[in-house]
């Protein structure tokens, strides 16, 4: 009976803060169709904490935005951005903007750390046989 209760309890969703959102230029529907996009890929991969995502635009920088990232990066939480200009943000030092190429606009990026990259390429070279 328990097991059957557990089932009918909501899950937890994850949540995705935005920031330069109305300033982004971007149109409602494209918008729309990517926070549906992040928020399926954040359920696919079995995240159900709190995200953050950047609407950059370098043609019309905000200062603001460089501050935001900070207390996520400390917590741990995963931070994205959209890029609307030409280029992405400059990241803090010791990290990079990853393109995540699974999105067909090739404008998402997600802040990943070069310590976090060095782990992932020494796992890469071990074969399992």
């Not at 409602?28 to 904490?49: D, R």
């Not at 741990?76 to 990241?91: A, D, K, S, T």
């Amino acid at each position: 009976m328990k097991q059957f209760l557990d089932f009918l309890k909501p899950k937890a969703q994850p949540t995705i803060d935005s920031y330069g959102q109305p300033s982004s230029g971007v149109e409602a529907e494209q918008i729309q169709s990517l926070i549906e996009w992040l928020f399926a890929s954040l359920l696919n991969a079995g995240y159900f904490g709190k995200s953050h995502l950047i609407w950059y635009d370098s043609d019309k920088p905000d200062p603001s935005l460089e501050q935001v990232i900070r207390k996520p990066m400390r917590q741990g939480e995963p931070v994205f951005l959209y890029r609307c200009g030409g280029r992405v943000q400059p990241p803090p030092n010791g990290y990079y903007w990853r393109m995540m190429q699974e999105h067909p606009s090739m404008r998402i990026y997600q802040l990943d750390s070069f310590s976090s990259s060095k782990q992932s390429i020494s796992y890469s070279s071990v074969r399992i046989l």
